[in-house]
């Protein structure tokens, strides 16, 4: 997303001034109480700037000491991708693609695009809504089944995430294949009339269930109310079930495993720890990383270090009991997309670092964890302004970005000289 579209998106301090839930995200407020607080907000906010950030930011949270410089090579290996959102490498090391308006493209190692794979669903592609993330199943190789999110449409105009899973029956040459026994297995609730803040990442887990992220649908107080699938991290069984051991808490929705995230739209399970780590969009120098546990809740939009576009403080603040804190921010934000955690070979320094795409940042940023806290944080490819929608390790050890356009492509990172 645009800077632009953040502004115009950031609802979420509007809704959480004493506004009743869904209903009133702009509704005005009394000038008289207005004024005062805008004061008092532009008095914090050049504070903040002349004295740096609120206490409540714990060391290494925001701004950690930079990272060794990477030598990198970068190539292009496939173009023509109309807005790619999603990468999953295939076995046989082909790439599966979305490209948001509703198409799956396979594309070889040369980068060349297969036509459409047949049989995806109508998406509601307006806005930052369409076809979105794609993951294999763990069984792929035996089963075919993928899963893939997208923006459902629903009656009334309205639409909201979904995910469906299917069978990919991958055809030989160029044929794209199709998609067969196609089940939507989660939607998310309520729909909503707007066309932004969806989400949404996949994540499979070894033990055959998914994370799913969503996004606030630009309503931030629907990430606190608990029986909402918005603003949430989902988790549920390949099947579209809820697992035992979800946490269930009194007035959740089942499906919900954390609360109170404003837009995900990047994630990733540390292989080591087999912890699952997101990125999330914030307002204004509030983009997130997390490390989501079960029965949680992240804040948003009670808790923010983001603020909004006037500058005024959003929710509360900072920081509120029975609220986690994030383990890093940016600001300013970078407009956080894909998430990877490196586990190749070709780039041996990199080993468990995070690399998180930016789309206004036009970068990744490389965060070198240490003991659960980000040490150190590199900025990859800020030269270039591309705006970076996916991160994923590829099997050769390379790390393959895509690119955010129209005409958008493919990028090969590898270490430069090799
Ligand atoms: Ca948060």
Redesign the pocket.
């Known amino acids: 997303m645009t800077r632009a579209n953040n502004q115009r998106h950031d609802s979420g301090a509007e809704a959480s001034r004493g506004a009743s839930r869904g209903a009133s995200a702009h509704r005005p407020v009394a000038a008289a109480v207005l004024k005062p607080l805008v004061a008092v907000a532009v008095v914090l906010a050049a504070a903040t700037f002349y004295f740096g950030l609120p206490q409540s930011a714990g060391a290494g949270q925001t701004d950690a000491p930079k990272a060794s410089v990477t030598k990198l090579k970068v190539t292009e290996i496939a173009t023509g991708l109309a807005n790619p959102w999603g990468l999953q490498f295939l076995p046989d090391g082909r790439m599966l693609v979305t490209e948001r308006p509703g198409r799956i493209r396979i594309v070889d190692a040369a980068g060349k695009l297969s036509p459409p794979v047949a049989g995806v669903p109508k998406v509601h592609a307006r806005g930052q809504g369409g076809l979105l993330d794609i993951r294999l199943a763990p069984d792929f190789a035996t089963t075919g089944t993928v899963f893939f999110s997208f923006s459902e449409p629903r009656e009334g105009g309205k639409s909201a995430t979904a995910v469906a899973r299917a069978r990919l029956m991958l055809a030989d040459g160029t044929d794209g294949g199709k998609l067969e026994d196609l089940r939507i297995i989660f939607r998310q609730q309520p729909a909503q009339p707007t066309s932004h803040h969806y989400g949404s990442r996949i994540v499979p887990r070894a033990d055959g269930t998914l994370f799913v992220t969503t996004g606030d649908r630009g309503i931030g107080n629907l990430a606190q109310d608990t029986a909402a699938t918005i603003g949430k991290v989902i988790r549920i069984t390949a099947d579209g079930g809820v697992p035992a051991d979800n946490p269930k808490q009194p007035g959740w929705a089942p499906e919900v495993w954390s609360m ?3 837009n995900i739209q990047g994630a990733a399970i540390d292989s080591a720890s087999g912890r699952l780590w997101t990125v ?1 969009h ?1 307002a204004r120098g ?1 983009d ?1 990383l ?1 490390r989501p546990e079960a029965g949680k809740n ?3 939009p009670v ?2 270090y983001g603020r909004n576009y006037n500058l005024s403080k959003i929710g509360v603040g900072t920081g509120k009991e029975g ?4 383990v890093y921010f940016w600001d300013p934000s970078i407009a956080t997309s894909g998430l990877a955690i490196y586990d190749g070979g070709l780039f041996p320094d990199w080993k468990g670092n995070l690399l998180v795409g930016g789309l206004a940042g036009a970068q990744v940023s490389r965060l070198v964890v240490e003991n659960g806290a980000i040490a150190a944080e590199e900025v990859l490819l800020e030269d270039r302004g591309d705006r970076i929608r996916d991160v994923r390790v590829g099997p050769d050890g390379a790390v393959y970005l895509l690119v955010d356009e129209g005409n958008g492509a493919i990028l090969k990172l590898t270490p430069a000289g090799r």
């Open positions: 109170g995230h404003r999330e914030g509030g997130e997390n992240y804040g948003w808790i923010s609220m986690e804190q994030p």
